[in-house]
């Protein structure tokens, strides 16, 4: 493990491997104090790597593997590895429970990735890190709003965040016969609680008011 003058050993995790070549090559090139060890596309490989433990992993909260997050957590903690978790989504359910169980730092794919050295160096001292608009939706009050499930709350952000239908289930991997039917009941849920998403747009801007999304 690093001492506190040598560089922070990072390990990557995530499943898209365009984003995980994108992402090594900018920290290699953004910070000097930052040593990438390994970019990895799944769970078992970073366990099995040369490099592994590692000072702080940089973890896809939406790998496809079946395997809790609050295990990864529990497995890095154990090992003495910090976490930082990156998702596609900013629901505050969602990053309330990965907080809860030990991640140290929680990011959105679509923030500055300055914000991703920021998160690694925080955590790197045992500090917790969200971005200032995260923390908004987290605290923004969302009275009145229906409750949503884990899995309309991922249709919701996706789809809101303007992906098709079919990109929507691709991603989630479920039907598209499946993802339409969340959308049509997320719907109902809202126009049952007085707010009417019946258009795309409707729905993104409910999206951004309840924190599912970020503006």
């Known amino acids: ?25 900018w920290i290699r090139g953004a910070a000097d104090d930052i040593t990438m060890v390994a970019a990895v596309a799944t769970w078992p490989e970073l366990l099995t790597h040369g490099e592994f433990p590692v000072d702080v992993v940089l973890l896809d909260l939406d790998l496809k593997d079946n395997i809790p997050v609050s295990l990864k957590l529990s497995t890095l903690k154990t090992t003495g ?28 794919k679509t923030e500055d990735p300055s914000m991703i050295v920021e998160a690694i160096r925080s955590a790197m001292i045992g ?17 009145g709003s229906p409750k949503l499930s884990a899995q309309e709350r991922r249709v919701m952000a996706l789809y809101a965040a303007g992906e098709p239908v079919k990109s929507v289930a691709y991603e989630l991997g479920i039907s598209e016969e499946t993802a339409k039917s969340y959308l049509k009941r ?20 409910r ?4 924190g599912i999304i970020l503006d």
């Open 81 to 108: 590895v910090k976490t930082v978790l990156m998702s596609t989504y900013s629901d505050p359910a969602v990053v309330r429970e990965a907080l809860a169980s030990g991640a140290l730092g929680y990011l959105v």
């Open 207 to 210: 999206a951004i008011l309840d």
């Open 1 to 25: 493990m690093s001492s506190p003058e040598s560089p922070i050993r990072l390990a990557i995790v995530d499943d898209h491997k365009m984003l995980l070549g994108a992402l090594t090559e």
């Open 127 to 143: 500090e917790s890190f969200i971005s200032h608009e995260l923390d908004i939706a987290l605290n923004a009050n969302k009275s």
């Open 186 to 205: 997320i719907r109902e849920k809202y126009r049952a609680s007085g707010f009417d998403v019946g258009t795309k747009v409707a729905l993104r801007k």
